[in-house]
C-alpha cells in the first residue's frame, strides 16, 4: 500500500514546524475568544443551579480542565508509542510536549474540583473517593514522566524509557473515566453522555460545550507551540534551522 | 455588582476555581513562548558560531 503524501510530510520536522505557525494563531485566537465567551456566559448568563446554587457555575471549568488532562495523557501515550516502534523523533517531540500541559490542566481539574467539593459536598478532599484518587495517580504519572525524563542525559534514551511509562500508565485514563460507574464515588454519574441524552438544560449545556471547544483549541495551541521549541531543540544546527532563524523568526 | 460576586455566598469557591484556572492558563502560555523563544535563541547562537568567518552580514542581521 503506497501511503499518502501527507502521512510521509508529518514525519519531516520542517515541515510540521512550518504547519504549527500556520494553525497556531487560528487555535490561540479561536481558544481564547472562546474562553472569554464561555466564562461570561458561565458566570453572569447561565442561572444557578437549582440545588447547588452558584456553585455549579464551576462546572463550566472542572470537568473541562479534567478532559483536557485526559486527553494530553492519551495524545502523550499514543505519541510515545508510535516514536518508540517507528523510532520517529517527532512523535517523542509530541509526547514530550504535552506532559507539562497535562500536569498543569489535572492539577486544574483537582484544584477546581476541590473547591467545588466543599460547598457542595461538605469537604474539599475526599480520601478513598475512586475518581478524585485516580485523578490524583493521573498527576503523579505525568510528574513520574517528566522526572523520569530528566534522569537522562541522553535524549533518546529518555525518549525510549519514558515511552514505556506513558503506554503502561494509559490504562489509568478508561479507569478515571468509568470510575463513577465502576465503584461509589460522591461524583455524580455522567451527565452529557448517557442514555437519554444529556441531564443539562440548553442554558447550561451551551456554554458547557462552548468551554470544551474553548479549552480543546488552547490546548492544541500551547501542544504546538511547545512541539516547536522540541523540534528546534531536536534539530540543532541543521540547514532548514539555520534558514529560520535567518528569516528573523521572533 | 456586589451580589454577583458573592455568589449568594459561594464567592470564594468560585472565583478562586475561574482564578487558578486562568493563571494557570496565563502560565502555561508564557511558558510555552519562553521554551520557543530560548530554543529559537540557541538555534541562532549555535548558527552564529559556525558562519561568523564566511557570512557576517547575517549573522549582524539577527541581533
Known amino acids: 500500500m503506497k501511503l499518502p503524501r501527507w502521512f510521509h510530510q508529518l514525519g519531516s520536522p520542517p515541515y510540521v514546524y512550518r504547519l504549527a505557525d500556520r494553525l497556531c494563531p487560528w487555535l490561540g485566537g ?6 472569554i465567551i464561555g466564562a461570561y456566559w458561565g458566570l453572569v448568563i447561565a442561572p444557578p443551579d437549582y440545588q447547588q446554587g452558584d456553585s455549579a457555575r464551576i462546572i463550566y471549568i472542572h470537568p473541562q480542565t479534567a478532559y483536557i488532562g485526559m486527553m494530553a495523557y492519551v495524545v502523550m501515550a ?33 484544584f477546581t474540583g476541590s473547591v467545588w467539593g466543599r460547598p457542595t459536598w461538605g469537604t474539599y478532599w475526599q480520601w478513598g473517593d475512586p475518581r478524585i484518587m485516580f485523578e490524583a495517580l493521573l498527576l503523579f504519572l505525568f510528574l513520574g514522566y517528566l522526572a523520569l525524563r530528566g534522569a537522562f542525559d541522553d535524549r533518546d534514551k529518555a525518549d525510549r524509557v519514558t515511552a514505556i511509562l506513558a503506554v503502561v500508565g494509559v490504562v489509568n ?17 455522567p451527565t452529557i453522555f448517557r442514555a437519554g441524552g444529556p441531564a443539562m438544560t440548553n442554558d447550561m449545556l451551551v456554554p458547557f460545550l462552548i468551554m470544551v471547544a474553548a479549552f480543546t483549541l ?28 535567518a528569516e528573523g523568526a521572533p | ?33 519562553a521554551k520557543h523563544r530560548s530554543a529559537l535563541q540557541r538555534a541562532r547562537e549555535l548558527a552564529a558560531q559556525a558562519e561568523v568567518p564566511r557570512k557576517q552580514p547575517t549573522v549582524k542581521r539577527l541581533q
Not at chain 1, 84 to 110: D, E, M, N, Q
Request: a neutral charge; one cysteine or more; hydrophobic letters at 60%.
Open chain 2, 1 to 33: 455588582m456586589t451580589e454577583f460576586f458573592l455568589m449568594n455566598g459561594h464567592g470564594a469557591y468560585v472565583w478562586s476555581a475561574y482564578g487558578i484556572t486562568l493563571v494557570v492558563l496565563i502560565l502555561n502560555a508564557w511558558l510555552a513562548r
Open chain 1, 173 to 189: 485514563i478508561p479507569i478515571v473515566h468509568f470510575s463513577v460507574e465502576w465503584w461509589n464515588s460522591i461524583h455524580q454519574g
Open chain 1, 30 to 35: 479561536l481558544g481564547v475568544t472562546l474562553l
Open chain 1, 218 to 245: 488552547t490546548f492544541y495551541w500551547l501542544l504546538l507551540r511547545r512541539l516547536q521549541a522540541e523540534i528546534i531543540e531536536r534539530e540543532g544546527d541543521t540547514r532548514w534551522i539555520r534558514e529560520l532563524v
Open chain 1, 78 to 110: 499514543v505519541a510515545a508509542a508510535i516514536g518508540y516502534v517507528w523510532r520517529l523523533k517527532l512523535a517523542h517531540a509530541v509526547a514530550v510536549s504535552a506532559a507539562p500541559i497535562g500536569a498543569w490542566f489535572t492539577f486544574c481539574a483537582l
